[in-house]
């Protein structure tokens, strides 16, 4: 769909794409502190011997951070005085939708390429596991994304929104494998090394999962109205 | 533009009950009290909320073809706030963005900005601005794209008088440019600003006419009556609309159908007596 865009429709989505992020202004540095913070971390803790640990921990944790951008670029929809007027604006739905959510888990992505980067500078695992490592972030953040659009445009609150993904984070990090983690997290075994074929497996079903939920929430935003409060 | 048989419930709540408004250009007024259904009127225009039934065209463009429609239109909604980490620059850019308008954004920003005189405060964040700069940012986004229609809900309100007036005749401006819808439950705004004016009332229009036909509805229903004592409007048999006491007498102006008093004398309407009698009338 953006493919089709034309070049001068191109820089102006990118253009606003970042004033997206302009709005958003100190909140659109969190996801990048805390994977920072966690890729420094998770470098000193690493164990080639039990990749277990760091790897479920940045599983757990990495990816919900993918919706953090996407629910907050739909407060202006949502949540802002202003919502009602951007109802009668003439803009693509698919555009603001889907192209957006894709723009902004791609840009994830590169945070995620920052932390496989530093675990294979840091001479800790080899090409082939740092490789299966970035898919299965890269996967399981194109999930969380594309559930924070979902859950913005059927909720419609941003607070309620990030409340659901805090409550995913809360049990994948105390809860223990709850039948969602479980679905979506790649398990290592103790003194393992990652297992290619159950890797693959896993993602394929994950994002076809994400695809699935990428097209009911495109659906929900193009049939998105105002809603008059009395 | 034209609204035929125009028809909106809220549940059991009839919101609107027929209207009919033909002919609208220039600065049309919608006055009403609150709830009387210009929201909900304006909403539907603005393409935000569907009508039930009935119709709204204008130059040959139903509004069920929405996407033209918008292409059309602007609208100011009775709130509005946006982009508060903006530069006022950058939102109405944003904007500019998402009404795909044909110009480049930058270039028409700076048009709008400068025609609702936002020049010095181009370069600064929405959430610094005064309500009366929210309000001209508002129209500004508003007429990004130089629409056909523009749809202004309650501007006005809650705004210092020096504002009101500069948004006014920002208002008149625009009224030679495009058909400029305009709703306020302010009687003094319409006598300002608008060429023709429809009265709304529970969801009905109550009269469509100039500022002078609605006058000369309540011609000969508007009286002035002195007393030693104050009265209220049920006392005296009618709405009041003013009371002064001067020479220790009380001085009312009220409207009534009927003679209030032996000793009351006929007055001149005010455009706001004017519009209490029609809904006195009902």
Redesign the interface.
């Given at each position: 769909m953006l493919h089709k865009l034309g070049r001068r429709e191109m820089k102006?989505?990118i253009?606003?794409i970042l004033?997206?992020y302009?709005?958003?202004?100190g909140v659109c540095f969190i996801p990048i502190v805390l994977i920072l913070a966690l890729t420094i971390y998770g470098s000193i803790m690493f164990d080639p011997r039990q990749p277990v640990l760091v790897l479920n921990m940045f599983q757990q944790l990495i990816p919900p951070l993918a919706s953090w951008w996407i629910i907050m670029s739909f407060y202006?929809f949502v949540e802002?005085?202003?919502g009602?007027?951007?109802?009668?604006?003439?803009?693509?739905r698919k555009v603001?939708g889907i192209g957006r959510v894709c723009v902004m888990i791609g840009l994830f992505s590169m945070l995620i390429v920052l932390v496989c980067t530093t675990l294979m500078l840091t001479n800790k695992c080899s090409i082939i596991e740092i490789i299966n490592i970035l898919l299965v972030l890269w996967v399981q953040s194109w999930f969380y994304g594309v559930i924070g659009f979902l859950l913005i445009v059927v909720i419609k609150k941003i607070l309620w929104s990030f409340a659901v993904i805090m409550m995913i984070l809360y049990f994948n990090i105390w809860g223990g494998l709850t039948p969602l983690s479980r679905y979506l997290i790649v398990t290592v075994e103790m003194q393992k090394s990652i297992d290619i074929k159950e890797i693959w497996l896993k993602l394929v079903s994950v994002f076809s999962m994400t695809i699935f939920f990428l097209i009911i929430a495109q659906v929900r935003f193009t049939k998105f109205?105002?809603r008059?409060r009395? | 533009m034209d609204i035929n048989n125009l028809n909106k419930m809220?549940g059991k709540l009839k919101a609107l009950d027929n209207i009919c408004i033909r002919d609208i250009k220039g600065i049309h007024g919608l006055v009403g009290e609150n709830g009387a259904g210009k929201t909900?009127l304006m909403?539907i225009v603005?393409?935000?909320?569907?009508k039930d039934s009935g119709s709204i065209t204008h130059n040959g463009i139903s509004w069920e073809e929405t996407?033209k429609v918008?292409?059309i239109?602007?609208?100011?909604?009775q709130?509005?706030?946006?982009?508060?980490?903006?530069t006022v620059n950058?939102a109405l850019?944003?904007?500019a963005?998402?009404?795909?308008i044909n110009g480049d954004?930058k270039e028409e920003t700076k048009k709008v900005i400068s025609l609702v005189n936002l020049d010095d405060k181009a370069e600064s964040k929405v959430g610094s601005l005064s309500g009366g700069m929210i309000r001209r940012l508002?129209i500004a986004?508003?007429i990004l794209g130089n629409p056909e229609i523009l749809i202004v809900d309650e501007p006005t309100s809650g705004l210092d008088p020096e504002e009101r007036m500069r948004f006014k005749l920002l208002l008149r401006q625009l009224g030679n440019r495009m058909t400029v819808l305009f709703s306020t439950h302010i009687v003094d705004d319409i006598e300002d600003v608008c060429d023709r004016v429809t009265v709304m009332h529970k969801g009905k229009v109550m009269l469509t006419g100039t500022a002078a036909e609605m006058i000369e509805m309540a011609q000969g229903n508007t009286w002035t009556v002195s007393s030693n004592e104050e009265k209220s409007g049920e006392e005296l048999g009618g709405v009041v609309t003013d009371c002064k006491y001067a020479n220790g007498m009380f001085h009312f102006r009220l409207v009534s159908d009927k003679k209030p008093a032996e000793s009351a004398v006929r007055a001149e309407p005010t455009l706001e007596e004017a519009y209490i009698y029609l809904l006195h009338m009902e």
């Open positions: 102006r989505f253009r606003l004033l997206d302009k709005e958003m202004s202006s802002d005085e202003s009602e007027a951007f109802f009668t604006y003439g803009f693509s603001i109205r105002f008059a009395k | 809220y909900t909403r603005a393409t935000v909320l569907e996407v918008r292409n239109i602007g609208y100011l909604p709130k509005f706030g946006m982009y508060h980490q903006l950058e850019e944003h904007v963005i998402l009404k795909r954004p508002g986004q508003a």
